[in-house]
């Protein structure tokens, strides 16, 4: 048969096969300038294949071919020789088998960790909201003082409450999680997939777009470690993915921080991958702007994209009501995406989010309500762009460059 069929029949390239004839591996007869392979070399082809899963490398199956061809297996030297390497291989494989087993049973044990942290997760997600933080908690409708029935303490903290004021407010403390008025069971903001799991990041962004992300992250953080000791209340939220969870454990044990967003789900997740924080944490449901929070109180709110994707689903700053939260001489410290070179990527928003109004997003406006606000930016630098001609998530548009900026401001 030709070169093509034979190689068609064993399943193998045809360079691969060349390669075996150059070096006298196969054998085969020429006719009028072509190669005819017959059983002899079907016969030597099994051979290299069967070589092959004995894991030997190409350079040994050469010699190993060249020994059989050229003395036909009838030289005594050469036979002991033959023999030689194959208990090489032998032992080589019985050291790889025994390693492999000890790496099982390692890999088993890993397993066994999954699965008990698996099981956990997927109990019902609880907490309790500390003591601590009720003193810095008011009505958001009026500012005055909550009241506190039915409650349930466990931990030194409330497990299961009403919360309400005389004004109207009311609110249900569930599990651990304060469920305001306005939560909603899944996020409003659509531009990715499922922005509630950290596996779709992955699957959202680009590599190199993830990349960035981390070194915004590493840099927001850095500021941010440089200023903890002043921060006992921290602020966070809303929520994009799961990145904060990387940096929340650098605070104090005293430390109280807030997790918020609208998404019930999503602070559902949040209770779950907070679970072993020795840090207080109350989580809260429901939209920023009607957070319990007294005016002052936080000496720290973290933007994690948290103005950028509000502003896409509901045309607000949040910047505006985390002044009102932030104490004279707290921190406001964040990320933030450059789309002044991004267009079409804006346009491309409103196809989730009809009613966005892309100039809201520009860095200019964003640092101008952050002025107004009564936020002094003492840093904002930008850690670099996406690569030009990639899709860095659904919405952008290849040819377009965005940029990741972070930044510090303190409330003056």
């Not at 190409?58 to 071919?65: G, Q, T, W, Y």
């Not at 890999?107 to 008990?116: A, G, K, T, V, W």
């Not at 502003?311 to 949040?318: D, E, G, K, S, T």
């Not at 107004?372 to 930016?377: K, L, M, R, S, V």
Request: aromatic content about 10%; some cysteine.
């Amino acid at each position: 048969m030709k070169i093509g069929e034979f190689a068609k029949k064993h399943g193998v390239k045809i360079s691969t096969v060349r390669y075996y004839i150059d070096n006298a591996m196969i054998t085969p007869r020429r006719e009028n300038n072509q190669y005819i392979l017959d059983e002899t070399c079907d016969r030597q082809m099994e051979k290299i294949l069967r070589l092959k899963n004995y894991r030997f490398k190409l350079s040994d199956i050469e010699k190993i071919c060249f020994y059989e061809n050229a003395t036909n297996l009838k030289d005594r030297e050469v036979l002991k020789h033959l023999i030689r390497i194959f208990r090489d291989k032998e032992a080589k494989i019985k050291d790889d088998i025994s390693e492999l087993q000890s790496i099982s049973g390692l890999l088993e044990s890993e397993i066994d960790r999954y699965r008990e942290k698996l099981r956990n997760a997927e109990a019902a997600a609880e907490s309790t909201v500390p003591i601590e933080a009720l003193g810095i908690m008011c009505c958001p409708y009026c500012g005055k003082s909550l009241h506190i029935s039915g409650a349930e303490i466990r931990d030194n903290g409330i497990y299961d409450a009403q919360i309400s004021c005389r004004c109207g407010f009311s609110a249900p403390v569930r599990s651990g999680m304060i469920v305001l008025p306005d939560a909603q069971n899944e996020s409003p903001f659509r531009l990715f997939d499922n922005e509630n799991l950290v596996l779709s990041s992955e699957t959202d962004f680009s590599a190199s777009y993830l990349l960035l992300l981390d070194k915004g992250h590493i840099d927001m953080y850095q500021n941010i470690d440089r200023i903890k000791e002043d921060v006992r209340y921290v602020l966070c939220g809303p929520l994009s993915f799961s990145f904060i969870l990387k940096n929340i454990s650098m605070f104090s044990e005293d430390t109280v921080i807030f997790i918020n967003d609208i998404s019930m789900e999503k602070i559902k997740k949040h209770m779950t991958y907070f679970s072993d924080l020795k840090q207080k944490v109350v989580y809260i449901a429901g939209d920023i702007r009607t957070v319990p929070l007294k005016k002052d109180s936080i000496d720290l709110y973290i933007d994690d994209f948290s103005i950028v994707n509000y502003i896409v689903p509901y045309n607000y700053n949040i910047a505006e009501k985390a002044a009102e939260f932030v104490r004279s001489g707290g921190y406001m410290a964040g990320l933030l995406v450059d789309y002044s070179k991004a267009p079409q990527t804006l346009a491309a928003f409103r196809e989730d989010h009809p009613e966005f109004i892309p100039g809201l997003l520009s860095t200019g406006r964003i640092k101008s309500v952050l002025s107004d606000a009564g936020f002094d930016i003492s840093y904002m630098e930008n850690l670099g762009s996406s690569k030009t001609g990639e899709k860095n998530f659904a919405r952008h548009s290849g040819n377009e460059t965005i940029s990741l900026l972070s930044y510090m401001a303190k409330k003056i």
